[in-house]
């Protein structure tokens, strides 16, 4: 998705979403879910849609995952350089 590196932040615990940083960040009720599992390849993928995954079938939003991107490359940190001033 055009971003240098990402983690998820919960592992598939069951109801972090709820609760993460004191908020509720949870897809709402009425919000079908759609897909789980997904897994993208380390490459130029640019969308979730490049991504391969599963149709959901009895997922509750409890259950959603927290992703977090960055443009920083955590591997790589070469192209950080330290601010001036």
């Known amino acids: 998705m055009n971003y240098k ?3 998820i932040l919960n592992g598939g615990e069951k109801g972090f979403c709820q609760n ?3 908020k509720d960040v949870c ?3 009425g919000q079908p ?3 789980y599992h997904y897994q993208c390849e ?3 993928k640019t969308t979730l849609a490049d991504c391969s995954r599963y149709v ?3 997922f509750e939003h409890s259950e959603d ?3 977090k991107c ?3 490359d955590k591997k790589d940190a070469s192209d950080i350089a330290p601010m001036k001033g």
């Open 20 to 22: 993460w940083k004191g």
């Open 5 to 7: 590196d990402g983690e």
């Open 33 to 35: 879910v759609h897909y």
């Open 56 to 58: 959901a079938e009895s």
């Open 42 to 44: 380390e490459d130029e």
């Open 65 to 67: 995952v927290i992703v």
């Open 70 to 72: 960055s443009m920083v």
């Open 27 to 29: 897809g709402y009720a």
